[in-house]
Structures are given as C-alpha cells and as structure tokens.
T-cell receptor, first 116, second 110 residues
Framework: EAQVTQNPRYLITVTGKKLTVTCSQN?????MSWYRQDPGLGLRQIYY???????DKGDVPEGYKVSRKEKRNFPLILESPSPNQTSLYFC??????FGTGAGELFFGEGSRLTVL | AQSVSQHNHHVILSEAASLELGCNYS??????LFWYVQYPGQHLQLLLK??????LVKGIKGFEAEFIKSKFSFNLRKPSVQWSDTAEYFC????????FGAGTRLTVKP
C-alpha cells in the first residue's frame, strides 16, 4: 500500500531535549516536505527536498533541521525544542514532473508534538 | 515568493446550500493548483487539481473548481453541501514548490 509514515504520532517532551520525527515513503517520490499546522495559520512549510542530498528552507525553518540521505526518508530534527514548536506536523511526498515541479502531495497521518 | 490567500476563514452553511470558497495566488508563471480537504482528526486528502487544459475541473464528492488566470484565482464550488462536507479546506499552489493557504473551515448544519 502506498503511504507516507510518520513517527511518533504523539510526543510530549521538554524544552531543550533533542528529538527526531521520522518520515518514510514507499512510492519512490523525489519530492518530500515538512509542514506545521497551527490554528488560523494553515500549513506552513518548514523544509522541503527535491531529491536525495537536496534540501531547501521553507517559510518557517528556524529551529529545525532535516536531512535526505536516502530517497525514502526525510527526518525532521528539533535540536533544542522550545514551546513555540508545539504544533501538528505533517510530512508529505510527491513525484516531480519536468517543468511543473511537485505534483499531488501524499500526506502522512501527522505528528502532534507538545513541548513543555 | 509565491503566496496563497483564502479569504474565508470560517463558513457556516445549512445542508443543501451552495458553496464557494475563494482562493487567490500571487505568482506570474505557470502554476499547478490544488484543493485539499482535511476532515476532523485526519490528514489532508486531495479534492481536485488543475495542471492544464479545461479551466473547470471536477473533483471527488461533487466538488469543482474554476481556474481564472486573469484573476489569479482558483475558487472551489459545490452546488449542494452535505453535513459530511464539514471539514477544513486548503488551497495550494505549486510553482516548483508547494505552498498552502491558511485554510477555510466549513461547518455544515444538518
């Protein structure tokens, strides 16, 4: 079954304790992206990747890191989480079409993170 | 940088009413346009998309959207909403990278 898998789905942590949210897709998609969803602000892009070893900042990259060592995985790293990073996080992937960029996004189930 | 604007933050309708949700974007080049829906507690799912051709696109569950290039708009419509359409709706624009609007919450009263 084609899917995007995120882990953990729920996490409560404390300020400053490094954490990683994993994201894996089994559709051989080139494009992967991380978003955070906050009430009234919609989805804001954190980082995206057009292919292996290619990552770029989105709208709200501060406090986050990513890596794309393999095509299927795109982990989101919070080196020193702060309470303002409490949010719902979504990973997504898509094919890239020449000349048009990313196509339809397939989303993971979401990871709800609370930083105390 | 490209941006996406959804003008309605919260729309409340009665069942069988008609729906139109606005979406405008700011990008002058070729774009792909999408509407996604997020039902309560779930992740986003694709409703419909426009890449090229007929500017009136039909999606799932009776939704449609019209691309008006001169107005940089991609409004979502449904002639008669149902209670099960209660959800949050996101417009998205891709010009190499995907950006989302802030979303419109739709509440349909039975």
């Amino acid at each position: 079954e084609a899917q995007v898998t995120q882990n953990p789905r729920y996490l409560i942590t404390v300020t400053g304790k490094k954490l990683t949210v994993t994201c894996s897709q089994n559709m051989n998609h080139e494009y992967m992206s991380w978003y955070r969803q906050d009430p009234g602000l919609g989805l804001r892009q954190i980082y995206y990747s057009m292919n292996v070893e290619v990552t770029d900042k989105g709208d709200v990259p501060e406090g986050y890191k990513v890596s794309r060592k393999e095509k299927r995985n795109f982990p989101l790293i919070l080196e020193s989480p702060s309470p303002n990073q409490t949010s719902l996080y979504f990973c997504a992937s898509s094919r890239i079409s020449f000349g048009t960029g990313a196509g339809e996004l397939f989303f993971g189930e979401g990871s709800r993170l609370t930083v105390l | 940088a490209q941006s996406v604007s959804q003008h309605n933050h919260h729309v409340i309708l009665s069942e069988a009413a008609s729906l139109e949700l606005g979406c405008n974007y700011s990008y002058g080049g070729t774009v792909n346009l999408f509407w996604y829906v997020q039902y309560p507690g779930q992740h986003l799912q694709l409703l419909l998309k426009y890449f090229s051709g007929d500017p009136l696109v039909k999606g799932i569950k009776g939704f449609e959207a019209e691309f008006i290039k001169s107005k940089f708009s991609f409004n979502l419509r449904k002639p008669s909403v149902q209670w099960s359409d209660t959800a949050e709706y996101f417009c998205a624009v891709n010009a190499g990278d995907m950006r989302f609007g802030a979303g419109t919450r739709l509440t349909v009263k039975p």
